[in-house]
């Protein structure tokens, strides 16, 4: 018999899209990822799925973009090591007045 894997101890150990699901349910605050999650530049990465994701379940009437282009809107945002130094970027504006960071 297989045993079950371990249930997340914590709110870090859970996946990005167990994360965008508690977002969604407003079980977690966005603008806490940072300080729950320990890692600025995973809490980017999450912020925006997030935010791709109640762009994509708008209602029609409201929506500003397409639910196809809700991701790739944020895609043209930067938020990668390609565009800057990511995690010095993210880390270095920690405690400032900077609230719920995408990009």
Known sequence: ????PAAPRTIADLSDPQLVH???AGL??????EADLHNP???VAVRRAFVADAL?????????????GASS??????S?????????????ILNTNCEAVIG
């Open 1 to 4: 018999m297989q045993e079950a």
């Open 22 to 24: 508690l977002l969604r």
């Open 28 to 33: 977690i605050s966005p603008h806490r990822l």
């Open 41 to 43: 530049t995973r809490a």
């Open 56 to 68: 994509a379940r708008s209602p029609a009437a409201q929506r500003v973009v397409t639910a196809q």
């Open 73 to 78: 809107a944020m895609a043209h945002l930067p």
């Open 80 to 92: 990668s090591a390609a565009a800057f130094d990511v995690d010095g970027f993210y880390k270095g």
